[in-house]
């Protein structure tokens, strides 16, 4: 309710503002554009100006007085309207990393380019994507982060394989001649993508011939960001606070979950091990694949020598909070058996209480 209220403000401060620039005008307006919830009063021929997507809607409509024209299939909603209508009264606006790529998207829309007229939307925002956004590794991060709801216009003006470029070669380059403190820096400015995106990424990286511990800092960063009180937390409780009812919230952590498991490079001693017991830990308790608990097995033993007693008590917890024990999973990490369990029926977990397996003599 709350966001709702927020994005009606919003949208009621936004039209508020683009009347009194509008009014100023002293011109009576002949157009009411509609995006989404908001409408704005406007000038047929300012926008015709420097829209053609416009003016060819004017021109090919039925009605011999277009009075009304809905926009709401434009990239980034009102907010990004109002600027490019802005735009076309010459009304200044910042143009900043977070809202780049949505004007750019948005110019194609309306296609406010060169070619219909000079120094329009899209020249001036190509502009400052090369010239600032794309100048620095957080800029690029941004502006790849606010394509994720722009999608798939921004893949197809090539904003997103531009800013992946880019990231991943200063990404690449950071690793390998560390530029401040602390040297892994740059990973935690990934963690600030969704999961398809790191994927890009992730690839990108791996196509760079980057190595894998490289690509290990970077996975493990964003795990533990991502998955913050299941992966980080080594007692259990961010286990315990995901309560039974919030099932959809588990299936987007499995998802998730299991999307990070597949990034992981070939080589698998690159892992901490307990990161990797943690994120068996959180694979079993969100019933992962019997796959991403497979390959999370075969890396805990692949580096067996390195593992503690404490290590292979691979806790879960049940949705009532009842503690679990995994055992056939860590009978498969120290016999080096990948899976069999799995083809023969399932995991088998046993209850542990005070210490003692139930059933155990």
Not at 27 to 44: Q, R, S
Not at 127 to 145: E, I, N, P, T, Y
Not at 262 to 291: D, H, Q, S, Y
């Amino acid at each position: 309710m709350a966001a709702s209220i927020n994005n009606s403000n919003r949208l009621s401060l936004a039209m508020e503002r683009t009347g009194q620039w509008v009014f100023s005008q002293n011109i009576p307006t002949d157009v009411l554009v509609e995006v989404g919830e908001a409408t704005f009063n406007l000038h047929k021929f300012m926008l015709v100006a420097k829209s053609n997507y416009i003016r060819k809607l004017i021109l090919e409509s039925n009605e011999p007085d277009l009075t009304r024209i809905d926009l709401s299939d434009i990239p980034g909603g009102p907010e990004i309207f109002e600027k490019a209508a802005k735009f076309c009264y010459g009304v200044n606006f910042e143009i900043t990393i977070h809202n780049v790529a949505a004007l750019r998207c948005a110019a194609e829309y309306l296609q406010m380019t060169d070619k219909y007229c000079d120094g329009n939307l899209a020249g001036r925002t190509e502009d400052f994507l090369s010239q600032v956004a794309l100048s620095s590794l957080s800029g690029a991060l941004v502006v790849l982060k606010s394509c994720e709801d722009l999608l798939p216009m921004a893949e197809e003006l090539n904003i997103v394989k531009r800013c992946v470029d880019l990231a991943t070669a200063k990404a690449c380059n950071e690793a390998n001649f560390p530029s401040r403190s602390p040297p892994n820096w740059w990973t935690e400015e990934l963690s600030i993508l969704d999961v398809s995106s790191f994927e890009k990424l992730v690839a990108a990286m791996k196509s760079r011939g980057a190595k894998s511990l490289t690509l290990a800092s970077a996975i493990v960063t964003y795990a533990e960001r991502s998955l913050r009180d299941l992966v980080r937390d080594h007692s259990g409780n961010g286990i315990r606070s995901l309560h039974s009812d919030d099932s959809d919230a588990r299936v987007r952590q499995r998802d998730l979950l299991e999307s990070i498991v597949a990034l992981m490079p070939a080589e698998k001693a690159v892992f901490p091990i307990n990161f990797l017991c943690c994120l068996l830990r959180t694979a079993i308790f969100l019933r992962a694949a019997a796959g991403c608990k497979v390959e999370l097995e075969k890396r805990v033993s692949a580096i067996l020598e390195h593992v503690t007693v404490e290590d292979l008590v691979v806790l879960s917890v049940t949705y009532n909070g009842e503690r679990l024990f995994d055992l056939e999973s860590v009978r498969r990490i120290v016999s080096g058996v990948r899976g069999e369990g799995e083809e023969r029926g399932g995991v088998q977990r046993r209850r542990f209480q005070g210490g003692v397996f139930d059933g155990d003599a």
